[in-house]
């Protein structure tokens, strides 16, 4: 982790140094809401989130893509004869299996979803494989 984020420092004084056509030179470029830049400690923070997610989503969403396919031969076939299906095939294996399962988050106000009460500071876990699926197929706790 320590190695990382002393990585996204040195990108990002490199960056500011002698910028690109990347997307590093471009989000150090952003202004903030104060209209000043984005400060090299925002940087790290953002790259880590990037090298994160695009790990994390990359290295289980491939496999979850393929166990669909095993799942469904037929569209394991029709993908194969026709390559042209790849775009709705992702967006489909994302659905099915989705890369990232669930995330923990804490309420920052009361309030009330599909007639459960939850108050601020409650912990709530948001669960990405319950997102498009049919409500009604979903056990509740």
Known sequence: MADLYRYAHLLAEA?????????????????????????????????????VAGNE???NGLPGGMVALLHHPEAQRALRHDPALLGGAVEEMLRWWT?????????VADTEL???D????????????????????????
């Open 15 to 51: 960056k500011r140094r002698s910028p690109g056509a990347d997307v590093m030179s471009t989000l150090l470029a952003q202004l903030d809401d104060d209209g000043g830049q984005v400060s090299v400690e925002e940087f790290e923070n953002m790259f880590w989130l990037f090298a």
């Open 57 to 59: 989503t990359l290295r």
């Open 99 to 107: 890369p990232v399962m669930v995330f923990r988050r804490t309420a």
């Open 114 to 116: 599909s007639d459960v």
């Open 118 to 141: 939850i108050r601020a500071a409650d912990k709530v876990v948001v669960s990405f494989a319950a997102a498009n699926r049919d409500e009604g197929s979903l056990r509740r706790p």
